[in-house]
């Protein structure tokens, strides 16, 4: 089992990859799942990381302060403002402009971690960084929809956080007592959470994809281009940040990984609960989800080699 789980995680990028192709030419493989299991299959996810986090996680945020709120000042200013540019620089219609914003507004993704690890990076800071931006979330992602996308749509910026609190905020915490509580339960769990998420994921792009699939295959080209700029954007400007505050590598590559990744299935659920009027809102999460496995993975290794150099 625990070799099937190691597949798993090992080829998340290409497993994602192929759940995207069979959803977007199958589209039947998938359609027969509603759109409203996205939230409780992201809610798992977020259960799964509340599981793996320890007290020492919540210790690196108040010993290391500085690093930390750098990072999430980056995290949260960066990516929304390089959602924005892009989106008027090619002049997206409403639905996949506000998509495109909702990716860049989310905190940080749940697989950066992972990413940072391979690349040698900072780990610790890297998980105080996802631990404060997903703890920020529930307040600066719809804040900053609402002042980048307000004038395009209709943004219910406190129905957003109240969503952000049950399907983010509320799971993490349950895996957090789970733990306290269950300590070697969850301690045999842990071995298989990064092969679980793998297939969460998988599940919430096959569903995005599939019920998207002929807009995708009309305007898909436009998008993928626009989510790949956004996204190695970010990991270019993350590490420019940090070079320029005087941070050592391994910190530059960690606030990199943390900037460019998001969390874009929290996007997709937002688009799905909060915007149905625009349904290509929910496009550009998809498409980011897939992109961002596959860039994160190249980041990893090409990060790792300049480490070894």
């Known amino acids: 089992m625990k070799e099937i789980c190691g597949f798993i995680s090992k080829w998340m990028a290409a497993l994602v990859l192929i759940v995207t192709l069979i959803a977007l030419f199958f589209p039947a493989s998938f359609l027969y799942i509603d759109t409203w299991y996205i939230n409780p299959i992201l809610g798992l996810i977020m259960f799964g990381m509340g599981l793996t986090l320890s007290p020492n996680d919540f210790r690196i945020v108040f010993s290391r302060p500085k690093d930390v709120l750098l990072g999430c000042l980056a995290q949260f200013t960066v990516m929304p403002l390089l959602a924005w540019i892009l989106a008027k620089a090619f002049t997206l219609p409403e639905g996949l402009a506000l998509g495109v ?11 950066s971690n992972v990413i940072t690890y391979l690349a040698k990076g900072d780990l610790a800071l890297s998980v105080g ?5 997903t703890i920020l979330a529930p307040v600066l992602t719809p804040l900053l929809v609402w002042l980048l996308a307000g004038t395009m749509v209709d943004v219910d910026t406190l129905g957003m956080l109240k969503s952000i609190l049950y399907v983010v905020i509320a799971p993490i915490a349950g895996g957090l007592i789970c733990q306290h509580y269950l300590p070697k339960f969850t301690q045999q769990l842990v071995a298989y959470l990064p092969a679980f998420s793998t297939l969460m994921i998988m599940m919430v792009v096959g569903i995005v994809v599939s019920h998207n699939a002929a807009k995708l295959l009309t305007s898909g080209a436009l998008i993928v281009a626009v989510v790949i ?5 970010g990991y270019a400007v993350g590490y420019l940040i940090g070079h320029l505050l005087g941070l050592k590598k391994q910190k530059c590559v960690a606030v990199s990984i943390e900037v460019g990744m998001q969390n874009s299935g929290l996007a997709s659920s937002l688009a799905v609960l909060h915007f149905a009027a625009y349904p290509l809102a929910t496009i550009p999460g998809a498409v980011f989800s897939v992109w961002h496995n596959i860039s994160g993975a190249l980041m990893a290794k090409w990060y790792s080699n300049k480490m070894d150099a």
């Open 229 to 233: 700029l956004h996204n190695l954007s």
């Open 129 to 133: 960084m996802t631990t404060t931006s």
């Open 101 to 111: 914003i909702l990716v860049g507004c989310c905190p940080g993704g749940t697989a």
